[in-house]
């Protein structure tokens, strides 16, 4: 079997993991049943790392399935392009999803009955989706995937249905990634109207073919296009699923969401506007710049402005996720191969960073049955380590080296200019601040203790239902005592009045082994993790595939080459390196978020929750109408924006 | 917001998407016209393949692909539902009540049954000759068998359709559709490709692959479709409260 042969097993592997997970369901006890889903997952990745070695320096093996191989340069069949980009997040997905499998091993109290394999299917089956978004080379095919991703995240999203509010937030999240999908399908019928073809590089080279550059047909087929990409990566004012989905999710989920389904949204718009939209025939490139700009630094300002004022902890973390997909959409405005390189590290960095911070506060909900940032204060001395990794975790979003993510965003301000350099300094410091607050308020108890009951009431031991003290039953518990929302009253309120007290209510056995450790299923893969994130900026190897990925994701030409049967290799860009300009910025950011987090415990929360920024929090109200309504004059932008 | 603005919002957004869209469709290729570059590829492929119905030529061979994913998403969604609808912890389950049916609706419904049954197989079966296919077929096949819930009552369903037989036959439809793929690749030609005997043109035997991915759809969806409907009938009909009374 050729390497180009081999591409659809991607995405077939796992879907017959899935499919074999749910038929022997029945039958399976658990334990078979993740090992089972683990080594799908792993095998898939380590599919996608042959794959991506077997192909070094080359554009990357092509597939047309079924053999639809097009003749005298038309066809009907799909392609799927293994180049650097599709192939190293596909890797990058496995891992995470490998990782997330690890993680829930002790999650979840108990699978629904006679379906001891549908969480790890669920997720092998988000994996495929996943891959080939990542891997498909035609537009429609690529909208069947993002479907495929939607339909699941919302199941995963709402898996704990004993809550009214996972079902909401599920519910939000359909809504607006639906509506997202119905822009990106009207976008898909404009341009095969125009040009009769699907895929990326034939709509592409139909559109170059036409005389006469992109006329209003061509941008409004491209802002419909991206107006779903968007709201998958989480855009201003497209973002506002977000929030509401993570506090809501189980953790495990919360860290494919974050670490790396938003960013193939941006993913998303790069391959969309290369491959197809950067000819002659497409969209000016001034027009795509003005337009991610605005997108990055609205999405970027807003979230770090929301982050710093959340204390729901994973709602905290979502908002940072923003903010960071604003940076990457602010830095891809540049249009260059070095910004695609600097998004690509920082993207990478990012995914194993966050999605190791959401495994730390997991540990929390397992412990405590609470993930708010004033009831645990002080609470997490006894889980020393956790603390060390989630402190690690905030310096590593604030831009600490050698992580992956300060390598990241020194090579983004370098690609993306002076005044984005400001942006990515601020925005990173910020987020990195709010976490760092909360590891030196929950992990060492500094600053004040907090107003209110000092020790938290889990509801459902004050209904006497001990029997639900388990690990999923607190996860549930943590995301039941807040709203899922800003805007509601209930949810902003700081303290959770007439609420009965429990004495000792922290200390459910929730393990075998002693209280003070957490699994160690989950620490693996919190460390593992977050370990990911420092190699990428300390292992020099993995820079030049990084910059390779980028070459062919950012050039129009080769990638029309490439799928056309032609190959030819894009000038290599320079491997990304750290320059001292870059180290200096960051220990900037690095240093003002130590500043902010220190002076962050003698904050009150009415302050941090500053009265100008409350228009902004009613803003995200959890009322769906009101995300449909944005999410609709934000299409309408987009469009008017490309004019 | 609150009300009016929201409205506000709305009605902005939709004015400024509708003026997109006015901009766009003066741009696009006159209604009527002959030229159809996709289409005119996709029914010489398909005559090509011994394929006479050139939908499922597209569904099943020129793009099987996208029915992969699309089938996946059917998998997903019912594999979500279940989960999603479960038996919670605060739920208990009592006996569904016997209904009293008319007898007229009762008689029609007995009598459209297994017609509608032997309709649903045929659509099936005739995928790739005629419109229809697995997808629409085997939600022919599944109406058939709702049909006994009007008919009679919800007990009788119950009987005929076991929940883990279909979830099964659900699962081992997806299945088949990878496993048909795999196959071929690992006989030496590309994933899903259409490499068996292509069949005399408009028969049954003819289209290579077409009928047999076709036939792992039909089995999917009918499957699907039962295990969905069972999801939800049972959260109506089955499941209550643990402290409330009979729904």
Known sequence: MTAERVLPLLVAVPLLGAALLVGAGRWLPRYTADVFGLLVSGGTGALAVVELVGARGEPGPVEWVAGWRPEGGSGVGIVLVGDGAGLGLAALISALVTAALVYSRRFFDEPPPGQAGAFPALLLLFQAGMCGFVLTGDLFNAFVFFELMGVIAYALTGYRVEEARAVQGALTFGFVNSLGGYATLLGIGLLYARTGELGFAQIGAALDAAAGGGDALVTTGFALVATGLLVKAAAVPFHFWLPDAHSVAPTPVCMLLSGVMVELGVYGIARLYWATFAGPGGVSAADAHWVLLVQGVSTAVLGAVMCWQQRHLKRLLAFSTIAHTGLFLTALSALTPEAATGVGVYLVAHAGVKAALFGCVGVLLDRFGSVDERELHGRGRELRFVGVLFALGGLALAGLPPFGTALGKALCEEAAGPGATVLFVAVSAVTGAAVLRTAAGVFLGAGQPPAGPPHFAPRAAVRGEGKEQRPGASERRGADEFGTSDGHDTASGPEQEGEPETTGSGEEPETAGPVTRAPDSMLVATTALLAGGLAVGCVPALWPHLAHAADGLSDHSAYLAAVFGSPETPPASAAPSWRVSGVLLDLLATLLALVLARTAPRITAGTRRAAWARPLRRLHSGHVGDYVACTVAGMALLGLLLR | ?247
């Not at chain 2, 997109?20 to 029914?43: D, I, N, T």
């Not at chain 2, 479960?86 to 609706?105: C, H, I, L, N, S």
């Not at chain 2, 995928?127 to 296919?133: D, I, K, V, Y």
């Not at chain 2, 699962?171 to 490709?193: C, R, T």
Request: charged content about 15%.
């Open chain 2, 1 to 247: 917001m609150n009300k009016a603005v929201r409205l506000w919002v709305l009605g902005v957004g939709c004015a400024g998407v509708a003026v997109l869209f006015a901009g766009a469709f003066r741009r696009l290729p006159e209604f009527g016209g002959s030229h159809h570059p996709y289409g005119a590829r996709a029914v010489a492929a398909a005559l090509h393949r011994h394929t006479a119905n050139v939908v499922s030529s597209v569904n099943f061979d020129q793009r099987s692909f996208d029915t992969l994913g699309e089938q996946a998403i059917l998998f997903g969604a019912v594999l979500g539902t279940v989960v999603v609808l479960r038996q919670a912890k605060d739920e208990r389950r009592v006996p569904p009540e016997p209904a009293v049916v008319a007898p007229t609706v009762r008689g029609y419904a007995l009598v459209s049954l297994p017609l509608t049954l032997l309709v649903g197989l045929y659509v099936v079966a005739h995928g790739q000759l005629s419109p229809g296919g697995g997808f629409q077929g085997g939600l022919v096949v599944a109406t058939a068998l709702h049909l006994l819930y009007v008919a009679v009552d919800y007990r009788a369903l119950e009987r005929l359709r076991p929940v883990p037989v279909f979830a099964l036959a659900d699962a081992f439809g997806d299945a088949a559709y990878l496993l048909l793929g795999l196959a071929v690749l690992v006989a030496g030609a590309s994933f899903l490709g259409n490499v068996l005997p292509l069949g005399t043109f408009n028969t049954l035997a003819s289209g290579g692959i077409v009928p047999l991915l076709n036939a792992a759809i039909g089995i999917e969806v009918a499957a699907a479709a039962v295990v969905l409907l069972a999801q939800f009938l049972d959260q109506a009909l089955e499941l209550v409260p643990r402290d409330g009374e009979h729904r």
